[in-house]
């Protein structure tokens, strides 16, 4: 993968994610944050973006999926053992941040932040939370994860041996109590944006 020139500099990464929805991607978590921001703008997006017709966004679905993981996976190795990812499930729009003020509204309660030295676990963390919302707060950014078949990030994940899809939800808040996503997002109720949910 073509990176950034000055990513051979360091020697360890953290990985801060704003998770939201993502046109192409269909969510913007670890794995997109990583395989699209580390990619250089010149060679390495265009690696990602084109298809064999080599015309930049020529693919799309599961093969943009294959090809953002492969990308991450070329950052991941190089830090193995010193990268750490954080998502935070906060302001989720259906777009992703790079639309700016054109982006949809938030629809989604803010759930949380998800940390952990597994990129695999992080994501899938953050995805299954979403998943345990209530209809009404996440049929947007569930059906623009469907729509795109944004899933294929997380199996490709695994089939690469990038991580692990298991993992234990630890509330820091509550003396490190393991909990299920389900009952994370029961614990979001409440004031949210000034308004009750």
């Known amino acids: 993968m073509s990176v950034g020139q000055n990513m051979l500099n360091y020697d360890s990464l953290l990985t801060l994610t704003h998770f939201k929805g993502h046109a192409m991607g269909g969510f913007g978590g670890s794995n997109k944050n990583l395989g699209i921001g580390c990619a250089d703008g010149r060679i390495g997006k265009k690696m990602i973006h084109s298809g064999d017709s080599g015309q930049q ?110 993992y234990q939800l630890v509330d820091i808040d509550n003396s490190d109590k393991i909990i299920d996503a389900q009952t994370a997002v029961q614990g979001i109720k409440g004031t949210w944006a000034g308004e009750k949910i």
């Open 57 to 166: 966004w020529g693919i799309v679905q599961e093969e943009f999926m294959e090809r953002m993981t492969e990308s991450t996976k070329a950052t991941v190795n190089h830090f193995a053992g010193k990268i750490a990812f954080i998502n935070v499930l906060r302001n989720m729009s259906v777009d992703c941040d790079c639309a700016g003020t054109g982006a949809k509204p938030v629809v989604t309660p803010d759930v949380g932040i998800v940390a952990s030295l597994d990129i695999l676990a992080a994501d899938q963390a953050s995805v299954d939370l979403v998943y345990a919302l209530p209809e009404e707060s996440k049929h947007d950014l569930v059906e623009r994860m469907e729509f795109r078949h944004s899933m294929r990030q997380l199996t490709y994940m695994k089939e690469m041996g990038m991580g692990n899809d298991r």
